[in-house]
T-cell receptor, first 111, second 115 residues
Framework: GQQLNQSPQSMFIQEGEDVSMNCTSS?????WLWYKQEPGEGPVLLIA?????ELTSNGRLTAQFGITRKDSFLNISASIPSDVGIYFC???????????FGPGTRLSVLP | KAGVTQTPRYLIKTRGQQVTLSCSPI?????VSWYQQTPGQGLQFLFE???????NKGNFPGRFSGRQFSNSRSEMNVSTLELGDSALYLC??????????????FGPGTRLTVT
C-alpha cells in the first residue's frame, strides 16, 4: 500500500532559525496536506496543496507540491517557541480513497 | 464557525468492555473519518462515513465499527476492548468525501486507556 516517509524524524533548532522538512511517497499523489499537532490535541491543518509545483504560504509557513508529485516540502521561517510540535504530511493518490499520513517530524525550538 | 468536537475527551475502560465515542463535524460538513493514533503506528485510518454510509474502511478488525446520523454526527464503537486499543482516537470532518480530495479538519481526540 501507499507509504509516506518524513524527514527528519526530529529536529532541534534555535529560535529564529529557518526550518525545512519533507515528505516523500512511493506513488504519485494529487493532494498534499500539512498538519501540526501539539500534545493532547488533534492535528491542525496548516496548508493544502493540489497541483504539482504549487507553492503556498500561510504566514511564516511555506509548502510546496513537488514537481515529481512524489514529494512535498514544508518550510518555517524565523522559528518561534510556539512552533514546537509534530508536523505531519498527508497525501492521496488518484486511486486511493483515503488520505495516508506520514510518521511526523518532531520540532523542538530552543530559546 | 465551531470546529470538530469529540466526546468524551478521556476514557478509561477495562479489557473486554465496549466503548462508544462521539464526533460532531463542522457545520455543513458531510464526511466524517476516524483515525487511531498510537506512538508506534502513527495515524491509522479506521473508516469514513459520508451521508450516513460507510465509504471506506481501513485495515482494522470487525470489533471497530461506526455509524453516521442524518445530522452528520458520527459514533465509533469498539467492542471487546484489548490493551492494544489504548490510543488517541481522532475524528476529522470534511465538506465532501475524502476521494474528492478536500481538506480534513480534526477534532481534539478522545484518549482511550484500556486497563
Amino acid at each position: 500500500g501507499q507509504q509516506l516517509n518524513q524527514s527528519p524524524q526530529s529536529m532541534f533548532i534555535q529560535e529564529g532559525e529557518d526550518v525545512s522538512m519533507n515528505c516523500t511517497s512511493s506513488s504519485i499523489f494529487n493532494t498534499w496536506l500539512w498538519y501540526k499537532q501539539e500534545p493532547g490535541e488533534g492535528p491542525v491543518l496548516l496548508i493544502a496543496l493540489y497541483k504539482a509545483g504549487e507553492l503556498t504560504s500561510n504566514g511564516r509557513l511555506t509548502a510546496q507540491f513537488g514537481i515529481t508529485r512524489k514529494d512535498s516540502f514544508l518550510n518555517i521561517s524565523a522559528s518561534i517557541p510556539s512552533d514546537v510540535g509534530i508536523y505531519f504530511c498527508a497525501g492521496r493518490d488518484n486511486y486511493g480513497q483515503n488520505f495516508v499520513f506520514g510518521p511526523g517530524t518532531r520540532l523542538s525550538v530552543l530559546p | 464557525k465551531a470546529g470538530v468536537t469529540q466526546t468524551p475527551r478521556y476514557l478509561i475502560k477495562t479489557r473486554g468492555q465496549q466503548v462508544t465515542l462521539s464526533c460532531s463535524p463542522i457545520s455543513g460538513h458531510r464526511s466524517v473519518s476516524w483515525y487511531q493514533q498510537t506512538p508506534g503506528q502513527g495515524l491509522q485510518f479506521l473508516f469514513e462515513y459520508f451521508s450516513e454510509t460507510q465509504r471506506n474502511k481501513g485495515n482494522f478488525p470487525g470489533r471497530f465499527s461506526g455509524r453516521q446520523f442524518s445530522n452528520s454526527r458520527s459514533e465509533m464503537n469498539v467492542s471487546t476492548l484489548e490493551l492494544g486499543d489504548s490510543a488517541l482516537y481522532l475524528c476529522a470532518s470534511s465538506l465532501v468525501s475524502q476521494d474528492s480530495s478536500y481538506e480534513q479538519y480534526f477534532g481534539p481526540g478522545t484518549r482511550l486507556t484500556v486497563t
